[in-house]
């Protein structure tokens, strides 16, 4: 049997996506953890001092594998991703924090208020509503669904914001509760607000914990059905996958790492605030993927902490730079520019750039790779199918195209 | 608590303005998804950058109130046309560059491209004049005039009142309704579009420049933004760089609740939409007492998605043979 059916096995047997053998992908990892984990040293030895940016890029980097999940293995256009971001960050203000309404009526166990048992239920709460938001768009195409996830990652905040009674609304929750302290090898491991160390690491693991958890659901079952309904709505449906139960789990599981990054978030800086979930929230994690190349994990990490380290780094050491040679050239725009402003300038062209001369991004997934340069002509013709799956079958620029 | 009867008919004729104004912004949005099934997200920028163009052709020229009225009236209309050349040529300009060669792509890469575009002009506004809301010179009268017509009908304790403002805003919208219903329908270029909307291949057998027309779209639908940016700026007498991303998506909202591709659906959904808002910012704070004010985004964000999840051909249903 395997010898009749070798003419189409290429196609049909890189069930990993044509990752790189297991052995090797594991030492990379390993190997980046380790450099990642040695930083704080570099950095306290260098004087570099910028744990504590680093310890938010982080962030940035679990909530891009989290949308990782939906946009690039479900293929799911998720424009409001930041609302997941944000009931993540409230439930952990909500249960631990003293403004909370929740505390103040004596409705939350004394258990729940405390960082991991408040971390684990934003999880839960996130994926929660993964499920609720994602369970209407299912049977939308790809640009409504997206429109219709913007509509939903705009209504959250909004309602955070008026909801003061609840959330206290502008004024925001503070403070909140922080990882308890241990002792480990006669070390008092706190987490005060000049601990930016032990932030560090605390994030790192959790970061890389989030990182193990998609790699593994990605090579499941469920990571396949993924893929499938991904590549092909119709001949997956058709092959007996259930595309209800696998988009609301690709909804579901993308949320609950973006609710892992919020309450993270809101107890590293001791603040939850409506307007940090807005829409350039969900874009600016959205450049992040598509720059490093949807649907690979380790493209949405790269990509991440490229974005990330502009964003909260290099955009404030260009300034000086920037200002020098404003002064040298005589250009007053230049030398009273403040590089931080042009963050989304940035990743607006990022986005615009990538899609036009590099759509699966700067480290490619190769079978997407394989799907957006077709080489042959039948590769040619099943065009439409790639990337995110949307268009219609009556498309009427079928003909055109081949 | 009483039914404010003078609030609401006061509502109402904000909601109808800015309804206007929401139209003019929706035809953009629902003619280039008729022609090419692209939600162009930088239409909303395009309509800030009209504004923007407006703000900059007044201060520019010093015209100030005191000024003869021909004078003000020309500059205004100067203004008017250079934001609406303004706004049309950077719609062009984003689709030539960049839709044009993502036609053939995966639904999904122009619309990551249009968000794109969408955050790079915000950036290329506050580069030009700042982040802070800029409020032009007051050149229009603010004086308003009363009207007891619902008092003498109906007996309703209210008075109607009118502001100049509101007049203009009606009196450039309805004209360029028109224009644009008697361009779509009576024109060759017209007939192209809505051959083209219909079945792109079979319009390109009938030998219609495809790309030409849809180039056209991006042009007039830029070209009305750009009126409603210049009527934006002086309705709310202010414009600030964030504000086409507010009424950009309003617009959508409008767009989609007509029936997306339906160019009569666009302007009654536009209205609606301006309807909803002012009531909403009027209403909805008495409604729920002891909550926040600020429930307007909300609510039309909402109308967004129970339309598309549950209308998603609008609320007119799916009778739009001719998408243009």
Request: with cysteine; charged share 15%.
């Amino acid at each position: 049997m395997a010898t009749t059916y070798a003419h189409i096995s290429p196609k049909v047997s890189a069930g990993s996506e044509g990752q790189e053998p297991k052995s090797k992908e594991n030492q990379w990892f390993v190997v980046g953890f380790i450099l990642l984990a040695l930083y704080p040293f570099l950095d306290a030895f260098a004087g570099i001092d910028r744990l504590g940016s680093w310890g938010a890029i982080f962030v940035y980097v679990i909530l891009a594998v989290g949308l990782n999940i939906v946009v690039g293995y479900a293929g799911l256009l998720d424009l409001g991703y930041a609302a997941f971001f944000a009931f993540g960050a409230y439930t952990i203000g909500l249960l631990t924090s003293p403004g909370s309404y929740f505390i103040q009526q004596g409705w939350v166990p004394e258990f729940l208020q405390h960082f991991w048992p408040a971390l684990a239920l934003s999880w839960v709460v996130a994926a929660f509503f993964g499920v609720i938001l994602g369970a209407p768009t299912l049977r939308l195409r790809g640009d409504y669904l997206a429109i219709v996830t913007l509509g939903f990652g705009e209504i959250v905040p909004n309602f955070f914001l008026n909801a003061d009674k609840i959330t206290n609304g502008t004024r925001g929750l503070n403070p909140i509760a922080k990882p308890p302290s241990f002792t480990l090898f006669d070390h008092t491991v706190s987490f005060g607000p000049i601990d930016q160390r032990n932030w560090y690491w605390l994030i790192l693991v959790i970061g890389t914990f989030s990182v193990l958890m998609i790699r593994r659901f990605h090579k499941s079952r469920l990571g396949r059905t993924w893929m499938a309904v991904r590549e092909d709505e119709i001949a997956a449906a058709s092959m007996g996958v259930n595309l209800v139960s696998t988009k609301l789990w690709a909804f579901a599981l993308g949320a609950s790492f973006a609710g892992f990054a919020g309450s993270v978030y809101a107890s590293y800086f001791q603040y939850v605030h409506p307007s940090n979930f807005e829409f350039s929230v969900s874009v600016t994690i959205l450049a992040m993927i598509i720059l490093g190349g949807l649907g690979n994990i380790y493209g949405a990490i790269a990509g991440g902490l490229i974005i990330g380290f502009f964003d909260r780094i290099l955009s404030e050491e260009l300034n000086r730079p920037v200002h020098w040679l404003g002064g040298q050239l005589d250009i007053a725009f230049l030398s009273n520019h403040d590089v931080k402003q042009d963050k989304f300038l940035v990743f607006g062209l990022a986005l615009v750039l990538m899609m036009l001369w590099r759509p699966e991004g700067l480290f490619p997934n190769s079978r997407r790779k394989s799907e957006l340069h077709p080489e042959t002509f039948e590769e040619r013709m099943h065009e439409d199918q790639s990337m995110f799956e949307t268009r219609d079958t009556d498309d009427h620029s079928v003909g055109e195209r081949v | 608590m009483d039914f404010n009867v003078n609030l609401f008919v006061q509502l109402v004729i904000i909601g109808l303005a800015n309804g206007a104004l929401i139209a003019l912004i929706a035809l953009g949005y629902t003619m280039v998804y008729a022609i090419v099934e692209l939600i162009n997200f930088a239409h909303g920028e395009v309509f800030m950058m009209g504004a923007f163009l407006a703000f900059s052709v007044i201060s520019y020229s010093g015209v100030t109130s005191k000024d003869p009225t021909f004078q003000i009236v020309g500059i205004a209309i100067l203004a008017f046309l250079a934001a609406m050349c303004f706004s049309a040529l950077i719609n062009v300009g984003i689709d030539r560059f960049a839709y044009r060669r993502l036609r053939n792509a995966p639904r999904l890469a122009p619309l990551i491209c249009a968000i794109g575009f969408s955050f790079i002009l915000q950036q290329l506004a506050i580069y030009w004049k700042g982040a802070n809301p800029l409020s032009p010179p007051a050149l229009i009268p603010t004086k308003y005039r009363t009207y007891n017509i619902l008092t003498e009908w109906f007996s309703l304790e209210t008075k109607i009142r009118i502001r100049p403002l509101d007049l203009i805003v009606f009196g450039v919208t309805i004209p360029l309704l028109l224009a644009l219903s008697w361009f779509v329908y009576k024109t060759r270029t017209g007939k192209a579009m809505r051959a083209t909307a219909q079945d792109r291949d079979a319009a390109a057998l009938m030998g219609i420049d495809i790309n030409r027309t849809i180039s056209v779209a991006f042009l007039v639908g830029g070209a009305l933004a750009g009126a409603a940016g210049f009527i934006a700026l002086y309705y709310n007498n202010t414009a600030r760089p964030t504000m086409g991303f507010r009424y950009g998506l309003y617009a959508f909202t409008a767009a989609v609740l007509g029936g997306i591709g339906n160019l009569n659906g666009a302007v009654i959904g536009g209205f609606l939409i301006g309807l909803t808002w002012s009531m909403s910012d009027g209403f909805m704070k008495d409604y729920i007492p002891g909550w926040g004010a600020q429930w307007t985004p909300a609510v039309i964000f909402g109308l967004l998605v129970l339309t598309m999840v549950f209308r998603p051909g609008g609320i007119f249903g799916e009778q739009t043979a001719e998408k243009v």
